[in-house]
């Protein structure tokens, strides 16, 4: 009976575990301790510090973008929060985070506060810095497990544990069985399933799958990093191709448009976000953390290892150090021991050696140890065999460039990540344009304020987001795409990156009088990111794991000789004109006076951007923008690196005496042309390969025969 079932609960719960009343999203953050809680207590709990709640990370970015209003510190939360929940974990798992959080305070707060209240046009027009707040809660905090997802093509989602576990279809339609729900409404669940691990199967129109889709994670990891859509091999355009046969353009998903890149060969392989994130980095582990970094506790060694150790032969905290030096230590071994949260899950039968640990010491559940192999029990159902690095160099498996680059050059497998060479392509939006009107009464829903907004049945205020109407509208656009070959910089582990566009916030703010209080500012922050008084730009790059890992890495020539890479921008920062001035395009003298009076701005000027967007550090190595606002070591490249990194211009160490600029290389050149060798690339790198040997004989023998005296 419907009415009855919807219309309370038995008395039996009131004093019991259970639901207190009837609720219609039983999922929701606000009510799930008294219905997904009653099994899984300790994720429930660890949900409100997991950073899919706090958004601490976001929050940190645009506030820094806006003059760095929390310096540092990570305080600011979509929720008043404190540390009251007991860490999740192995007691290795949490003393280990119990020094980290020393070593980086900032980043690991004790209590996170609520952001303030979006500002009323008023109150902007006294300081036009207060329209973070209305940025925030109108564009970047949609996407928190407090409150649902929006009503776009790919954004629907449920809230708290359905924000993951129950199926949302891009297009939002309800297509199972339930005769009470509309099937041509969107906003709706897919099917009235839960999806979770292997053991639980979803069966939908004849197909039966388990595990969580990687489009459920897209729902949300679509901006910012886009790791979600980066995955899948998804990269943004600003054009509309192709067309189907209707000759309608793309469709817009997630509000964009994209190309078909290469996707990540995890994802070619099968394998869904959660085979390789553990519960902790996607529940949270119980503490608060102001950033990506803090929360994720894999690594890509933990699996694949080295070509020197396997995974349990690398110490806790390998490729995770916070450090500049690699960590040394004893062997981490495996584990056959977890947690009774864990035994809850989808624990293989034959776990052979034991459970691989993360570089941080908890167990992780899909991979086990059998002798020299690996094997990945996917969420899918499907088992992977791995082989580690070590086992594929024992069993000569590895091409002469993968041997070159991973064991005989050591510092690649100390310095860097390893996607840091084998994620060949990562996204990256060049100028975050801002415009956040309060003119003519302009206003848009604040999506935080609507999640927080809930009654006693878990309901929030979303489905009348009229009612949660705050002044101002925000509009973004950007300057430019690429995705090729992302520049490199330091991150907080220590590690070299890849690195791209964090927010690099270009401010415009209308006031209600339609007067612009600031025109493509940016905010400059005194004595910081190697700057004085003076300040430096609050622009920022960031370091990312882009989610795009190829078996075949980025070349050698894409970092060696590239000055992008070496954090100088693309083309040395060559390409644009002076951006802090405005472009005036129309006719002209020779000497370029204008000709007309009626005129206007085609460019207008960005005063504080004195470089390209894509510019770390200028020709002198003085930093010109922030290099990630939340990590201690993260930097842009040190002088020391950037000069053994930097190999531009090597072909003019030969070719400056070819053909006639030396006797001998002139008489061998006449000698290979009288023969007719045609000199390929193989021959060209073998020529030089046998050029290096001699000479560095030749000199040997010299000190020999004549050092020795």
Known sequence: DKNSSHSGILKYFLNHKGPKDFYPSPTSQWININTCGMCHEEQVKAQWSSLMNTEAGKIHGALWGFGGKEGYNHTASNYDINNTHKRLGTKTYQEYMQSLSKKEPQAFPKHMHEIPKAPTADEVEKDPSLSVYTYLRQ????????????????????????????????????????????????????????????????????????????????????????????????????????????????????????????????????????????????????????????????????????????????????????????????????????????????????????FLLSARGNPMTKATRHGDKVIMHLASGKDIELTPLKKLKEDEKLSKKALIAMDKIEAHNNKLECYTCHATWAPQCYGCHVKIDYSKGKQNPDYLKASKFHDHHGMTGENNLKDFLVDGKVTETRSYLRWENPALSINGEGRVSPTIPGCQTTITVIGKNGKALLKNHIYKIPNVEGAGKEGQNAITMSQVQPHTISKKSRSCESCHTSKKALGMGINGGKYFSDQSKTSIIDLMSANKKLLPHKVDEQIPAIPNLKHDYSVMIDENGTQVQTVDNHWRLANPLPKDMRDKLDRQGVCLSCHQSIPKGDLAISSMNHIANMAGVKIDNDMHKDILNKSIKISAWVQIGLVLLFGFG
């Open 139 to 354: 564009e970047c905090l949609r996407c928190h497990t407090g409150g649902k997802g929006r009503n776009r093509r790919g954004d629907y989602r449920g809230m708290g544990c359905a924000s993951c576990h129950i199926p949302y279809s891009n297009e939002g339609f309800y297509e199972g069985n339930d005769t009470t729900i509309s099937h041509t409404q969107h906003g709706h669940l897919l099917t009235h399933q839960i999806q979770s691990s292997r053991k639980v199967k979803v069966n939908i129109h004849g197909n039966r799958y388990s595990g969580i889709p990687v489009e459920t994670c897209t729902t949300c990891h679509n901006r910012g990093k886009r790791i979600g859509v980066s995955y899948q091999g998804l990269m943004e355009t600003e054009y509309k191709a192709t067309f189907d046969d209707k000759g309608n353009p793309q469709p817009k998903l997630h509000t964009k448009r994209y190309l078909h890149l290469t996707e990540d060969i995890h994802y070619s392989k099968g394998m869904l976000c959660q085979d390789c994130h553990t519960s902790n980095d996607m529940h949270g582990d119980g503490f608060m953390t102001g950033a990506n970094l803090g929360a994720v506790e894999i690594e890509c060694q933990d699996c694949h290892g080295t070509t020197k150790k396997y995974p349990w032969e690398l110490p806790l905290g390998y490729s995770d150090e916070f450090a500049m030096s690699s960590k040394i230590g004893k062997a981490r071994g495996t584990t056959k021991t977890l947690a009774d949260y864990l035994k809850k899950g989808a624990i293989p039968k034959d776990i052979g050696d034991g």
